[in-house]
């Protein structure tokens, strides 16, 4: 079964039971009553693995059964398969993958402050490479050990982080992880010859808390930090 097939079998009751949507609809018109079965002997294997789905609380979910058909809570399933999932009341819609239009802008949801990484609209500071930049982070003289780290709570609702990321002075690295599951997603080095590099990142799906560290250099003597500056602009989740 593939990842389409498994998500459109658990698009059916993914509203009710996953998308804390149920409150108020049983006044809808649309909606039909139905006669289903929990099968709690039901086994699941998700390329190849074992796969016990669960809710928010952790708590085991069992496939529901109608009509000879087998439905499974659409939102633990798309977090195990890494695809965002979100859910607009108004037009009961449930969103799968990426959002549509241009995205969101990442500086929406940065939580925390560092006095390292900051986020700035002064273009004399952003300002790279001969191109002017009216909005972005940066971080002077970024750490080698201890990095300049930025916080972004996305309640695991985009499917993909795009950004632009350049350097003055000596190479950085650049290091995107999942903060919940401890799971490093991009790691990279950016130098001054790379101008301003573009970095696209898709298994953001199922991300609550995305960090991103910026590793500086130090010269030999670990003395004199050698990145002058990183600048992170035009950073969008979709």
């Given amino acids: 079964m593939n990842r389409k097939t498994i998500i459109a079998s658990a698009l059916v009751l993914s509203s009710v039971f996953t ?8 006044a809808d018109s649309n909606l039909k009553e139905i006669t289903a079965y929990i099968n709690q002997s039901m086994n699941i294997k998700l390329q190849g693995n074992q796969f016990v789905p669960k809710d928010s609380d952790g708590n085991k979910l069992s496939p529901i059964i109608y009509n000879g058909d087998s439905y499974l809570p659409v939102r633990s399933l798309s977090q195990a398969l890494g695809v965002s999932v979100n859910y607009d009341e108004k037009t009961s819609t449930i969103m799968l993958g990426e ?7 990442l500086v929406k949801f940065r939580v925390g402050s560092s006095s390292t990484a900051v986020s700035s609209r002064d273009a004399d500071i952003l300002s790279i490479h001969g191109e ?3 909005e972005g982070f940066y971080s002077l003289k970024p750490h080698d050990i201890l990095p300049s780290t930025m916080n972004f709570r996305l309640n695991a609702k985009y ?7 350049g350097v003055v002075g000596s190479a950085a690295t650049i290091v995107v992880s999942d903060q919940k599951n401890k799971v490093e997603l991009k790691k990279f080095t950016v130098s001054e010859s ?22 500086g250099t130090t ?9 002058e500056k990183v600048i992170i602009t035009d950073a969008v989740v979709y």
Avoid: P
Avoid at 99 to 105: C, F, I, P
Avoid at 159 to 165: A, D, E, I, W
Avoid at 219 to 227: A, I, M, Q
């Fill in 159 to 165: 499917q993909k982080l795009s950004f632009r990321v």
């Fill in 132 to 134: 002017r930049i009216n």
């Fill in 99 to 105: 959002h549509e239009g241009k995205g969101e802008k």
């Fill in 19 to 26: 998308m804390g949507a149920f409150t108020g609809v049983m």
């Fill in 194 to 215: 790379d101008q301003l590099k573009q970095v696209e990142i898709s298994t953001i799906g199922d991300v609550d808390y995305l960090d991103i560290h910026i590793y």
């Fill in 219 to 227: 010269d030999s003597k670990r003395v004199n930090f050698t990145t």
